[in-house]
Antibody, heavy 119, light 108 residues
C-alpha cells in the first residue's frame, strides 16, 4: 500500500524559507509517477504548488514559481519542497500526493501538514 | 490562466441525485478529475479522466464531460457523501494543474 507522509516545521517566520519533505513508502519513487505538492489555506480551496519526477522534470504553479525549489532524494525515497520569502498568505495545510503523469489525477495523498507563517 | 468554476454549494435530500458542475472554456477537450474532501481529511480521488472510478469508489459516483461543463453525479445520495468536492484539470497552455474552487455538498 502506497503511503505518503509530510514533515515540516509547523511555524515559519515571515520572509524566511519553508522546507517540507514527503516520505514515500510502499512504492519506489524511481519506478515512475510524478510527485506533487498541493496546499489549502484555512477554510479555503486547493491550490497546486508543483510536481516533480525523479528524472528532474518539474512543473510549478506560475504564480509561485520564482519562490520554489523541488528535489527528489532517491536514497531516502522522499521528495522535498522549498519556498522562499514566505508571508502570512502562505499559511496553509500542505499535502504531498502522487500522480501517474503530470496531467493525471493525484491518486494517493498524504494526511497534510499545517504550516503557519507568523513572527 | 485557465479557470474552473464550481457552484459554492449544492444541497440534496438523502436518496436523491446530486449533480455538481465544473465549468471551463472547452473543458470537454480536457481530462477532468474529481476529489472528495471530508473535514480534517486529505482529498480523495473519486473520478479520473472524466468518468473512471478508482477501485473502491461506489458505482453511485459517475462523471461526464462535454462542451464547457463537466459534471459529477452522485446517485442515491447518502449522509456520508456530505463533503467538499473539487474538480481538476491540466492546463496545456501553461503546463500546470488547475483546481476548481470547490463545492460543498450538504445532505439535508
Amino acid at each position: 500500500q502506497v503511503h505518503l507522509q509530510e514533515s515540516g516545521p509547523g511555524l515559519v517566520k515571515p520572509s524566511e524559507t519553508l522546507s517540507l519533505t514527503c516520505n514515500v513508502s510502499g512504492y519506489s519513487i524511481t519506478s515512475g509517477y510524478y510527485w506533487g505538492w498541493i496546499r489549502q489555506p484555512p477554510g479555503k480551496g486547493l491550490e497546486w504548488i508543483g510536481s516533480i519526477h525523479h528524472s528532474g522534470t518539474t512543473y510549478h504553479n506560475p504564480s509561485l514559481k520564482s519562490r520554489l525549489t523541488g528535489s527528489v532524494d532517491t536514497s531516502k525515497n522522499q521528495f522535498s519542497l522549498k519556498m522562499t520569502f514566505v508571508t502570512a498568505a502562505d499559511t496553509a495545510v500542505y499535502f504531498c500526493a502522487r500522480s501517474m503523469a503530470a496531467v493525471s489525477a493525484f491518486d494517493y495523498w498524504g494526511q497534510g501538514a499545517l504550516v503557519t507563517v507568523s513572527s | 490562466s485557465y479557470v474552473l468554476t464550481q457552484p459554492p454549494s449544492v444541497s440534496v435530500a438523502p436518496g436523491k441525485t446530486a449533480k455538481i458542475s465544473c465549468g471551463g472554456d472547452t473543458i470537454g477537450g480536457k481530462a477532468v478529475q474529481w476529489y472528495q474532501q471530508k473535514p480534517g481529511q486529505a482529498p480523495a480521488l473519486v473520478i479520473s479522466f472524466d468518468s473512471d472510478r478508482p477501485s473502491g469508489i461506489p458505482e453511485r459516483f459517475s462523471g461526464s464531460n462535454s462542451g464547457n461543463t463537466a459534471t459529477l453525479t452522485i446517485s442515491r445520495v447518502e449522509v456520508g457523501d456530505e463533503a467538499d468536492y473539487y474538480c481538476q484539470v491540466w492546463d496545456t497552455v501553461k503546463d500546470h494543474v488547475v483546481f476548481g474552487g470547490g463545492t460543498k455538498l450538504t445532505v439535508l
